[in-house]
Structures are given as structure tokens and as C-alpha cells.
């Protein structure tokens, strides 16, 4: 082998080793590389709870009656803490000023929020108002005038079968 192929090889190898390093450290330092964290949270989201409770007595549920039949909040109540869950508050809608246009609104906060899905699954439609600054996760279940009953356990077991809890805005 003449020197000046051996010269040539030299060059050629040291240029692949130069070009492999190069390339490696590219990927090492590659921001895209790595994956976002799914559980950070952005600037100003609060961190919300969106495991639904196994257990339906791990939920604490105030009933609130915003229509005009009278002991409404008391029957459906009795209902919940028939089905497991342990209730608070019973009584007339503390926000009157507004009124519910739907069967049922539930209110809750960051921690409540795999609680406010299960309970979704009671009814044929929920809204949901969730409140940023809302502490603990007890949901308000308040009945809407377009209420009419609560789904059979039936129903209530394909329905939560069918949850998938995602945050709202400013939660993460």
C-alpha cells in the first residue's frame, strides 16, 4: 500500500469518526429528544385530581335544589346515600340569582374533578362548573329544572365504563 492511500484512509477515517461524534452529540443535545413531562403543569394551571373514586362512599356530594318543587334535594339525597356516596349539604341553591336550564350542574373544584365525572354518570346530562379557587374535592350536585330522575344502576355502570376525566381550562 503506497503512502499516499495510507494518508487518504487516514483523512477518510478521521473525517467518519469527526461526522459520527458530531451527529451524536446533536441528538444528546436535542431539546425535541426528550419528551414534555405530561404532569407538568404550565404557568397559572392548577394541578386537578382526575382519578375517579372507586368507591362511591370516597365522595362527599351536597344536593342543592334550584327549581320550585319543594323536598326535591331531600329525595335525590337519599338516592346518593343509597347508592354509597356521603352527603353534605342539603338545601336550596345557595346561587339563586342564576338558574339551572339543565337537569343537574355540578360544581367543583381541581380535587373534585374525577368525582364530578362519576356523578356525571347519575344523569342523562351534567354540566360542569368547575371553580379554580375551590378547595377539596366535594362536588355540589344542583338540580336543574329539566331534572327528572336519576339513571338506573344499570345505566349508572355503563356510564362510568364510558368516563374519561380530562382537566378544564386552567387545569392541567
Do not use: H, K
Not at 4 to 9: G, N, Q, T
Not at 67 to 88: C, K, N
Not at 99 to 121: D, N, Q, T
Request: proline share 6%; charged share 20%.
Amino acid at each position: 500500500m503506497s503512502m499516499a492511500r495510507v494518508r487518504a484512509l487516514i483523512i477518510v477515517g478521521s473525517l467518519v469518526v469527526i461526522a459520527a461524534v458530531t451527529v451524536i452529540w446533536a441528538i444528546l443535545r436535542d431539546s425535541q429528544a426528550t419528551p414534555p413531562d405530561p404532569n407538568a403543569c404550565g404557568p397559572g394551571e392548577v394541578r386537578a385530581s382526575l382519578e375517579i373514586p372507586e368507591n362511591f362512599s370516597e365522595v362527599t356530594v351536597n344536593v342543592y335544589n334550584d327549581t320550585d318543587q319543594e323536598g326535591l334535594a331531600q329525595r335525590v339525597s337519599e338516592q346518593l346515600a343509597a347508592a354509597g356516596f356521603v352527603i353534605g349539604e342539603v338545601a336550596q341553591d345557595p346561587l339563586r340569582d342564576r338558574v339551572v336550564r339543565v337537569p343537574v350542574e355540578l360544581r367543583f373544584g381541581p380535587e373534585g374533578v374525577g368525582a364530578a365525572y362519576l356523578l356525571s354518570a347519575f344523569v342523562t346530562q351534567a354540566d360542569f362548573l368547575d371553580d379554580l379557587s375551590r378547595e377539596g374535592a366535594t362536588v355540589d350536585f344542583v338540580i336543574g329544572i329539566e331534572f327528572e330522575q336519576l339513571r338506573s344502576q344499570s345505566e349508572v355502570q355503563e356510564a362510568i365504563s364510558r368516563l374519561e376525566p380530562s382537566p378544564f381550562a386552567g387545569m392541567c
